[in-house]
């Protein structure tokens, strides 16, 4: 089955700062690739996802990056602010049923 | 459309009760699922259903049973709760012909004494 791992566990930055959360997945045959969002208490939201035919994808300050070679995927958000702060999943997978969802990353954006 | 909607909220069980946990999703998906989270963890799949009739069991099932009641429901029981089994639940669904987005419900928070 997929073996996924997060990077790192917490990530502390101020705000306007830049952050990067990485995710490395072991099954070759992943396909799509979304990052999930989860403020404290609440239930976890897609943020952004990206497929296997394309590199990079924007939207306003997130962006995610593929390597498929290298089976990794990073979420990157610029000018974090406040209510960035969360816990992030990602969650690779092949489309079909069962998803492993990585254990998560922590960030805290300080005013 | 509510989405996915899960009930009870909150819980509190006795070691050895029982309880069945409702989900029901009005999004026409064929995909359910049942994950729990644990204290400052990751989720992790308990069962899922890939259409009506049909059930699979994820990473961890021990201590439960699912039932695929109709397209749009799909619970999850616990026969006989242990301490455990404290977490909070959350229902998913999941659209088919591509569209790969998990929709989660709001999760019950389980607490076995």
């Known amino acids: 089955g997929e073996n996924v791992e997060q990077h790192p566990s917490t990530l502390s930055v101020q705000e306007g700062d830049s952050a990067v959360i990485k995710c490395t997945y072991s099954d070759s045959a992943s396909n799509y690739f979304p990052w999930y969002k989860q403020e404290l208490g609440k239930r976890p939201q897609l943020i952004i996802d990206i497929r296997s035919n394309v590199g990079e994808k924007k939207d306003q300050r997130i962006a995610v990056t593929l390597n498929k070679t290298a089976k990794h995927f990073s979420l990157h958000i610029t000018e974090t602010q406040p209510e960035d702060s969360a816990v992030y999943f990602c969650a690779p997978n092949t489309g079909f049923q069962k998803l492993v969802f990585g254990t998560g990353t922590r960030l805290l954006v300080s005013p | 459309n509510a989405g996915v909607t899960q009930t009870p909220k909150f819980q509190v069980l006795k070691t050895g009760q029982s309880m069945t946990l409702q989900c029901a999703q009005d999004?026409?998906?064929?995909?359910m699922y049942w994950y729990r989270q644990d204290p400052g963890m990751g989720l992790r799949l308990i069962y899922y259903s890939a259409s009506e009739g049909t059930t699979d069991k994820g990473e961890v099932p021990n201590g439960y049973n699912v039932s695929r009641l109709n397209k749009r429901e799909f619970s999850l029981r616990l026969e006989s709760a242990a301490p455990s089994q404290t977490s909070v639940y959350f229902c998913?669904?999941?659209?088919?012909?591509?569209?790969?987005?998990?929709?989660f419900g709001p999760g019950t928070r389980l607490t076995v004494t």
């Open positions: 999004m026409n998906h064929n995909s």
């Open positions: 998913a669904s999941r659209g088919q012909g591509g569209l790969y987005e998990q929709y």
